[in-house]
């Protein structure tokens, strides 16, 4: 789908790595500026290999760090993306570095999803795009189906994992609270699915545990607390936005992918914010904006409250990961140790697998009545899973296809 998707199932967290004799520490700004360059211009895997590349050609880390960081990241809720650009920033610079890093990242994405908003927003209700959006829909229905089949077979090996996708199906079709569906695959995942034995050292006791720096890590946190206490005691729809986003962006773990199920029943099933074919528009946009997938959240924003919806929406959402980043980065020397931190992953990993087949069913029942529509999600499927296309290619080839389509259809 995206490098999200790809780098949400990179294999076991690596160990320990010897930091870079001579260092170059970036300043903030240098930091938001490359950071920026790679977000406006990395689509898919191309954003995964800027971001371990980049700062090795510079000198600020090692690829060995890089990678390091790439297996911390998956630990964790939030973008995976996001979090790694932010366990670049703190590695360099601390706790400013991690802020300006992931808002130079995110910032490209957020002004382009923006303005793809005001236009659809402009001329979405103009004759026939309502028809070249079905086609839209019907290429995201192909991509995350592809996307849904990859995560199946990369997390539901094993009789437990199996289980959780079925059961966390079974909750996303009854349309529960997919929130318990998470917290019992960690449980279940922390419990049945780790393979080594648990470490006792505490945190306090690891000999690199610096405690000053711990209380620093824990700046972000505090401040993204602080919002959501505020945005408890309003009322209206931008604290609503702010308050969903960041739970949003608290609880969801891998990737855009699959955080897409918990973003789908709240903005669609829960709040009525948005329509299931515009949420599928939502997911095309993201797909062929550069930089993090989850600017999707800039969309609803933007349709809920105008643009300070979108850009409170992309900040709700993603201020988590720093926050949680920059603590992880402290303590992974303790995290590490423990196999039940990386069996509650896999547990969670199969439970999105589920959650995640419940958005193809969802919008694979808006396409199903048209079978020129059918036949275009399947042709996105097997363009994306057998011939590896590019996601850009396959969007512009399937909607300039579909537009030919109706063209010659005689379709308004």
């Not at 898919?44 to 600020?60: D, F, T």
């Not at 979090?83 to 910032?107: C, E, K, N, P, Q």
């Amino acid at each position: 789908m995206t490098a999200d998707g790809a780098a949400g199932a990179v294999g076991s967290v690596p160990g320990p790595v010897a930091s870079t004799a001579q260092q170059a520490a970036p300043s903030r700004l240098e930091l938001f500026r490359v950071f920026f360059g790679i977000g406006l211009t990395s689509f898919g895997m191309a954003i995964l290999q800027n971001i371990r590349s980049i700062p090795v050609k510079r000198g600020w880390l090692s690829r060995a760090e890089i990678d390091e960081g790439l297996g911390l990241v998956q630990l964790y809720p939030g973008a995976v993306m996001v979090d790694l650009v932010a366990y670049i920033g703190y590695r360099t610079a601390r706790v400013s570095g991690a802020v300006a890093a992931a808002a130079g990242f995110v910032a490209p994405s957020l002004a382009l999803m923006l303005a793809l908003s005001w236009l659809y927003e402009t001329f979405g209700a103009a004759p026939g795009v309502e028809r070249l959006v079905v086609g839209l829909d019907a290429l995201v229905v192909g991509v995350v189906a592809s996307v849904a089949v990859d995560f199946a077979r990369q997390h539901s090996s094993g009789r437990v994992a199996a289980l959780l996708g079925l059961a966390a199906f079974a909750v996303g079709v009854a349309g529960a609270n997919l929130l318990w569906a998470v917290l019992a695959g960690l449980a279940v995942g922390a419990l049945l699915l780790r393979s080594d034995p648990v470490g006792s050292m505490s945190v306090a006791d690891d000999p690199s545990f610096d405690r000053l720096r711990f209380g620093r890590s824990l700046v972000p946190g505090l401040v993204v607390a602080a919002g959501v206490a505020v945005a408890a005691l309003g009322s209206g729809v931008m604290s609503s936005l702010a308050l969903d986003m960041a739970k949003i962006g608290a609880i969801a773990f891998g990737n855009g992918s699959t955080i897409l199920p918990i973003l789908q029943q709240d903005v669609v099933d829960s709040r009525h914010w948005l329509s299931l074919p515009l949420f599928g528009v939502a997911i095309g946009f993201g797909q062929v904006t550069p930089g993090p997938f989850l600017i999707t959240a800039a969309f609803v924003g933007y349709h809920v409250a105008g643009p300070w919806g979108g850009v409170l929406a992309t900040v709700a959402i993603f201020a988590p990961s720093v926050a949680m980043t920059t603590v992880a980065a402290e303590i992974y020397p303790y995290l590490r140790r423990h196999a039940w931190v990386k069996g509650a992953i896999a547990g969670v990993m199969a439970v999105f697998v589920g959650l995640l087949a419940t958005v193809v069913l969802s919008l694979g029942r808006q396409v199903l009545p048209d079978p020129a529509a059918l036949v275009l999600a399947a042709a996105a499927f097997v363009t994306v899973r057998v011939f590896k296309a590019n996601l850009i290619a396959v969007f512009g080839a399937g909607l300039a296809a579909w537009a030919a389509y109706l063209l010659l259809a005689g379709v308004r």
